[in-house]
């Protein structure tokens, strides 16, 4: 039994590590992970590797394929374009509930987020706006207090990562977000639901949108 425990750890270690590289792009969207080296890097046999890589494989970031063998997933136009409506939903409703059981206490919590957001954007810094970002809609939803909700918008935000902050590459994109998040933060100061819940909606579908335009100039460009 301790043996299996130990192997799972492991296993679960690798996980961890491997999935915060992808989301990294480190290794790249697209490349074969070679098995061998990859578990000498990381110090462990190849029996946790494939236990990790199997886990990946469920959370949709990696694609195992028989007698291929392992490749970072990839997200395509498609699949950016199935995700990207659904989590407006779900974030959507996040936001309305957020909206209607606020507090002085939750508030003030995003309210120091957004003040990072704020500093990030004025700086112009990408990476630290992305993290804040992040910590932003993490928070709305534990704030929501619905475990489930939050635990479905978890795995897709999982994927979505491979996609990393794209969008706020693109120019003008990084003001556009900040004012979809400063209406956003009225809403929820106001206490109003279904305006948070369609501005939520909203500023998804805006990243949607950037990122549908960068993979197709991507594109143009690539057959150009």
Known sequence: MYALIQRSSLAQQAVDLLRERICQHEPLPGQRLDEAVLAEELGISRTPLREALKVLATEGLADLRPHRGCFIAELTLTDLADIFPIMAILEGCVASEVAKIRTPASLRILDELHDRLEKHAASGNIDHYY??????????????????????IGDLRKILKLSRHRSLRMEGRLQASLQEHRALMKALHTGQPELAEQLMRAHLLAQLATLRDIMTRVEAAYEG
């Open 131 to 152: 993290e804040a970002n992040y910590a932003f809609h993490d928070t709305l939803q534990q704030l929501a207090g619905n475990r489930w909700l939050q635990a479905v």
